[in-house]
């Protein structure tokens, strides 16, 4: 075996699209009785590999809708590949689309605790901790306040607070830095930086140039659901770049930060 | 596939945890809170009551009591299963954002049916002092047949949970099939009252079973007939296993259903 933290071998992935075409109050009824709905396959991911070392910090970029999240959610176990494999060794936290599973109902501290539990920490070991956690993410007046009150960025405090306290292995980060001020975003850094210190690795998806080529190792340009480029940050950043320079017709703003 | 099994008992420590979280979010905003746990079966009790005993006046011994011991063994059944029925499609933010056993919300459903259970039992309990009714010893046993419907409650629970987010249609179905439950277990009448051919027919749903063993065990002082248990053990058991098989079946996509 490997000593890869994170092993991604031939990972392919299809969904089904359905359109739903109704345009007419006629077609609407017979829409409704026959059951033939007009899909499409969209293939995701086809066929990517890649591994990730421990003590790397591993940045994924691409544009939007070319399969990031579906890739990272596939790391994460939340999909399964129709075909390929993954290869985690050790606990995997992801922090996607800005939660870490939080229910709006819940109060920040039991969310805490429910979304560690069902990552599989004890109850125990996360008592020790829910203090610092709050404190990390600087919310000790809304410890009992519920998430559906919370800003994003709160949102996203208590959940960067929580998957770094519970100290995972594999710390997964989906658009983390999108949301937050500068003093957090600092604080972020840091951890990530201490993180890799301590030999664990790091899966960060960014559409912001600057943070990945700073902190990244190596970067892989996810392509329409191709391995694009799998290199230094200068080199898939160019290739992205060159990408979307090739095709203006799909990207007509550029959603890629001109600061690089 | 023995991984989503092992994986159900690894997690079989969190399932009181999860119920608990599940009772906060089901009082929620309300004033009396966790008490309505309690209120809430209360008056429901009181009011079935009022409406079977003044319009059926069945010649049934102790009939308060039969009642309303029917109706918490059925409330049980109905709570169970209608909170397992969403457990997973009132979570969608949670499945999609991190991987848990998605056998957690359905499981801890039936836990959390048994904790208001208890509560109902208490009510069931003032009922009995209301009406100065002294239950027979046997009532000892009444705890194994509960459990036994718990069973039959987590086996209905889990494939509840993956079809209801595979299939919108479960919700509904499932609704009627409650109702008419309600009327087919012998809970305001006596199952000998019904035409032969029907009992032949409804003799295999479980819940009858389980109503039928709680009145013996409550009311009459009387072990449950041999063949009474093997039809229930043996109709919850098949219930259970098939209810995993579908739920093995849909649960590893329903992060992409949601």
Known sequence: ?260 | MTSIREEMWKTRGILFNFAVYDLKIRYRNSVLGVLWSFIEPLLLLAVLFVVFSTMFKFEIPNFPIYLLLGIVCYRFFQNGTTLALNSLTNRSSTITQIYFPRSIPGLSAGITSAIMLVFELMVLGIFMAAFQFIPTVTILLLPLVLALELLLIFGIALPLSVLNVKFKDTEFIWGVVLSAGFFLTPIFYQFDMLPEAIRNVLQFSPMVQIVTMAHHVVLYGMLPSVNTVLYAVGSISAITVIGYLIFRKYQAKIAEDM
């Open chain 1, 1 to 260: 075996m490997s000593d890869y933290a994170v092993s991604v071998k031939n990972i392919s992935k299809k969904f089904k699209l359905f359109h739903e075409k109704r345009d007419s109050i006629y077609e609407s009824a017979a829409g409704f009785f026959q059951k033939k709905r007009h899909s499409e396959i969209l293939q995701a991911l086809d066929d990517v590999s890649f591994n990730v070392k421990h003590g790397e910090i591993f940045g994924i970029i691409g544009r939007n809708g070319d399969g990031k999240t579906t890739l990272l959610r596939i790391i994460s176990k939340i999909y399964s590949p129709d075909s390929g494999s993954v290869d985690v060794k050790g606990r995997v936290i992801p922090v996607l689309s800005l939660g870490l599973g939080f229910h709006p109902e819940l109060t920040a501290i039991s969310n805490v605790y429910q979304s560690s539990i069902l990552l599989g920490f004890k109850k125990e070991d996360i008592s020790k901790r829910a203090n610092d956690i709050i404190k990390f993410a600087e919310l000790e007046r809304f410890a009992d306040t519920k998430i559906k009150n919370f800003s994003a960025g709160m949102q996203m405090r208590l959940a960067f607070a929580t998957s770094v306290l519970v100290d995972p292995d594999i710390l997964i980060l989906d658009e983390v830095f999108a949301v937050g001020d500068i003093n957090f975003q600092k604080k972020c850094f840091d951890t990530i930086m201490s993180f890799k210190k301590r030999g664990k690795a790091i899966i960060f998806v960014s559409h912001d140039m600057e943070p990945i080529s700073k902190f990244c190792d190596t970067v892989m340009f996810l392509k329409e659901g191709k391995v694009g480029k799998i290199g230094s940050p200068e080199e898939s950043i160019a290739a992205f770049q060159d990408y979307l320079a090739e095709h203006p017709e799909i990207n007509p703003k550029g959603n890629i930060s001109s600061s690089v």
